[in-house]
């Protein structure tokens, strides 16, 4: 005869509850953003486009750069993709000129209502071209704290002195203004 067995088992379940005073608080909606640098010229087009120049030839325009960002930065002017045949760069003086004041009283390139202005640069193309490259080699001290305008002059001259064998050549810069919050 077989004999089969049963074995039973029994699960027993346990809850407890815990009852309890509880408080919570807040601190509002925490919110985060960014600052801005932003930096336009006018004319945002090329300050020169001349040609016909001979030895003693002289010009100047002028520009005011806005800077409406809300960062405090700094402001640089440099130069990026300048060439220059015959070695023309060498014989054409560059004076930059940066107005001590507030900016934005420059009516068209002509400068009329320029005010006092401290030198930033006054040198050959070519050195402008080769040493003022980036923004930590550029010129200016201007820093502004929020939205402000500062007004710039740019001279060129052909030296009296050029040689014929500058005859017939080009150069060209594209001045390049950056600012960097401080």
């Known amino acids: 005869m077989v004999a089969v067995g049963l074995l039973a088992s029994s ?3 346990w809850q407890s509850s815990n009852a309890a005073f509880t408080a919570t608080t807040t601190n509002g909606s ?3 953003g960014t600052g801005s640098v932003i930096i336009s010229s006018a004319p945002g087009t090329a300050l020169f486009t001349v040609t016909g120049m001979k030895p003693g030839s002289t010009g100047s325009a002028c520009l005011t750069v806005t800077y409406s960002g809300t960062l405090a930065a700094a402001v640089k002017l440099y130069g990026v993709s300048a060439s220059a045949t015959n070695s023309l760069d060498t014989y054409l003086t560059m004076q930059i000129d940066e107005t001590t004041g507030t900016g934005g009283t420059v009516t068209g390139p002509s400068c009329a209502g320029l005010g006092a202005v401290t030198n930033l640069f006054n040198s050959t193309l070519s050195s402008f071209s080769s040493t003022k490259t980036s923004y930590a080699t550029g010129v200016s001290s201007w820093a502004p704290s929020g939205a402000a305008t500062k007004d710039y002059k740019f001279t060129y001259t052909l030296s009296a002195g050029a040689p014929n064998s500058v ?8 001045f390049t203004w950056e600012a960097d919050n401080t």
């Open 11 to 13: 699960f027993v379940i």
């Open 30 to 32: 925490n919110t985060f």
């Open 167 to 174: 005859m017939s050549s080009t150069a060209a810069i594209t």
